[in-house]
């Protein structure tokens, strides 16, 4: 009867560990200037999914009143994917600037929060 039990017990840990979700990957763009959080800056990236079929994404957000611009990687960066992607990461202090300030290269780590600061004076 304790081998039953213990077997049970085992199967169930192993379903359960099984079946636990894999956390988002993110990445965390801040933004500053003079010191303070730049409100509505515009942060670019523009990627390479790792999988086959390989295929380019471009996303595009706004800076927050904290300086801050989230992407959520997790539909190009996929469970089984090979440590995450590299992406060109661009920032336009005006977000109506036909040219950019800077441009990065980051590597977003899968399954994580990457965090990368631009700061200007």
């Known amino acids: 009867m304790k081998a039953i039990f213990l077997f049970l017990l085992l199967a169930v840990g192993f379903f359960m560990n099984g079946c636990s979700k894999q956390d988002d990957t993110i990445l965390r763009v801040y933004v500053g200037y003079n010191g303070q959080p730049k409100l509505s800056a515009k942060v670019v990236i523009d990627g390479v999914t790792q999988n086959p079929p390989q295929s380019p994404f471009v996303m595009t957000e706004f800076t927050d009143v904290n300086g801050l611009a989230e992407f959520n990687l997790s539909e190009y960066i996929k469970p089984g994917s090979y440590g995450g992607s590299t992406v060109d990461c661009t920032v336009y202090l005006i977000k ?21 600061q631009f700061l200007f004076n």
């Not at 441009?103 to 399954?111: A, M, Q």
């Open 96 to 116: 109506t600037s036909p040219s950019s300030d800077t441009v990065k290269t980051i590597f977003v780590e899968g399954f994580k929060t990457t965090k990368q």
